[in-house]
């Protein structure tokens, strides 16, 4: 084991360490660069683990740790793990990490997005500017049940990225699609976002892509509010679509593309269902015919042995040109059997929403409720909504400065008749 200590950096290699146990060797050595109260470690300066050719490890469970330097680097080679991760997925022992002064655009302030190594977060609370191109293509990321203040692109040969929730996106590019195969990328949340700066313009948007970097793109169950924009899309190839799967977009569809765009966008969500007859018994002789809202056909086959079938239906598209854009849901479904024909409208508007489907004989369309009518027509008008709701915004502003003016002229007025 080693540690090295300077007046701008802590450099630990060959071995595995806790926090605390550069800290013991920092009280050895008389080193004044970190401190520690009541489990609250704080480093005054870079914090870097490896050097890109001895193995080394840093695991830690339950501190809160604050690293005020410009550098926290992770060398190939060599990890850093925060909580612990049981078998079955779940995660406990979580830390704290604040990275006040890491400003750097690549991630935790590395200046080589080919040299770093493997990252595990598990249980934590991350407040750091961003991740961005922090880690190589062929390394292992695993960030799992944390908050994370502030937050990036991350790369990784068969990475998971899941239950995350972004409390708030800082840095030049913020929440980004990512690069890499990522084995899991489910249920993140976005509850604010970022600002992005695009010649004179200035947007705030949950997802930024960039196709050439990260391709063709799957945002799975994940949860976006508080955005101007639901995505920003550079004009650059790589790629030719967007996918929010099972998503909750509580905003409009509003996306900023940048000029010679060539990506579409789709929200769909996975129709799933079991179908049963009126004695709840599986069907497993019966074909299913599903057409979208402009009537195409976006499914036609038999159930499997479970009486299942497995799809994803679009809600909602644009087309690369922002020009084309539907709603594609309510669907409709013809379930046939040997002896029962039933038709059925599907409002494909929530993650989960269709587990089990009873088919009885019915010549008619029938729907899962009243309000699916009133719904459906509600999404067709949010197409024109989101036309004019920048143009809405932008006259109650003028309406607003307008009262002001006159407010402050009423009160001048009322001024001059009291000097009178």
Same mark, same amino acid.
């Given at each position: ?86 078998? $079955? ?37 991350? $407040? ?37 929730? #972004? ?21 993140? &949340? ?17 997802? #930024? ?19 101007? #924009? ?22 409009? #569809? ?38 979208? &809202? ?82 459906? &027509? ?5 197409? &024109? ?36």
């Amino acid at each position: 084991m080693s540690i090295i200590f300077t007046s701008s950096s802590i450099t630990v290699t060959d071995g595995t360490y806790t926090i605390d146990q550069i800290y013991q060797e920092a009280i050895n050595n008389n080193y004044t660069g970190m401190h520690n109260l009541d489990n609250n470690y704080i480093i005054d300066v870079d914090l870097i683990i490896g050097d890109g050719i001895i193995e080394t490890h840093l695991i830690d469970t339950n501190i809160n740790l604050t690293i005020k330097g410009e550098l926290f680097q992770i060398y190939y080679n060599s990890s850093v793990q925060f909580g612990e991760k049981r078998i $079955n997925g779940s995660t406990l022992n979580g830390c704290t990490i604040n990275c006040p002064n890491i400003k750097n655009a690549y991630g935790f302030g590395c200046t080589d997005t080919n040299n770093s190594g493997d990252l595990f977060l598990y249980g934590s609370i991350i $407040n750091i500017f961003g991740f961005w191109s922090f880690f190589k293509g062929d390394n292992h990321v695993e960030i799992i049940n944390c908050f994370v203040d502030g937050f990036g692109r991350i790369s990784g040969l068969n990475s998971i990225l899941k239950n995350i929730t #972004y409390i708030k996106s800082h840095g030049k590019y913020g929440v980004i699609t990512t690069k890499g195969v990522i084995k899991e990328s489910i249920n993140n &949340k976005v509850y604010d976002s970022l600002e992005v700066t695009y010649g004179d313009v200035s947007t705030r948007c949950s997802v #930024y892509h960039n196709p050439n970097y990260a391709g063709d793109q799957r945002i799975i169950r994940g949860e976006f509010d508080g955005y101007q #924009y639901l995505a920003y899309i550079e004009d650059e190839s790589g790629g030719t679509k967007l996918e929010f799967v099972d998503s909750i977009i509580k905003g409009t #569809y509003d996306i900023y593309r940048e000029d010679n765009n060539y990506i579409d966008f789709f929200h769909k969500f996975t129709f799933n269902p079991t179908f049963v007859d009126s004695n709840n018994n599986i069907i497993n002789d019966a074909n299913i015919e599903i057409t979208d &809202k402009l009537g195409n056909v976006v499914f036609n086959d038999s159930v499997d042995i479970n009486g299942q079938i497995n799809v994803e239906l679009i809600k909602y598209f644009s087309d690369k040109n922002n020009i084309d854009s539907a709603y594609m849901t309510p669907h409709t479904m013809i379930v046939t059997t040997d002896t029962t024909t039933m038709t059925r409208k599907l409002l494909m508007d929530y993650p989960d929403k269709y587990n089990i489907i009873s088919v009885s004989s019915d010549s008619d369309v029938s729907s899962d409720s009243d309000c699916d009518t009133i719904i459906s &027509k509600f999404d067709e008008t949010n197409i &024109k909504l989101d036309n004019i709701h920048i143009d809405v915004r932008q006259l109650m502003l003028e309406l607003i400065d307008e009262v002001n003016d006159n407010q402050e002229l009423i009160e001048s007025n009322h001024k001059i008749r009291l000097r009178l």
